[in-house]
């Protein structure tokens, strides 16, 4: 398995980038989906996360309501919407690949097997 982000770039606070996350390999619906970013000084956090069906989601506080994950089975691509953006979304984000046919998206990293390479969004004021 093999992922690619991109789509990030530079924003305006109040502005949107929507993130896509291209999977590579055998079973995309095998896998649940997660975004996850990093800002310098910081811990990776989990952003949002989407399991294996697409039925059920998870958004961090600090995104509810702004951001929308999802997927597209077809294509095998997940999508991160970004709305609303703020100088504080300002990190490297990565989307991540769970082999797992889970009722609840994982949001712990550490349970994630792949990874992409990460996309970095800036958000000026």
């Known amino acids: 398995v093999q992922l690619q982000a991109y789509g990030g770039g530079l924003a305006q606070a109040g502005g949107s980038l929507r993130l896509s996350c291209a999977f590579s390999?055998?079973?995309?619906?095998?896998?649940?989906m997660g975004w996850f970013r990093q800002a310098p000084g910081k811990e990776r956090e989990v952003v949002a996360a989407?399991?294996?069906?697409?039925?059920?989601?998870y958004y961090a506080d600090s995104v509810k309501g702004r951001f929308i994950i999802s997927r597209d089975d077809d294509k095998d691509l997940v999508y991160l919407q970004m709305n609303s953006l703020k100088p504080e979304d300002t990190a490297v984000y990565y989307c991540?690949?769970?082999?797992?046919?889970?009722?609840?998206?994982?949001?712990?990293?550490?349970?994630?097997?792949?990874w992409g390479q990460g996309t970095q969004v800036t958000v000026s004021s």
């Open positions: 991540a690949a769970e082999k797992m046919l889970r009722l609840t998206p994982q949001i712990n990293g550490e349970q994630y097997e792949y």
């Open positions: 989407i399991n294996w069906s697409g039925e059920t989601t």
């Open positions: 390999g055998r079973a995309f619906t095998w896998h649940g």
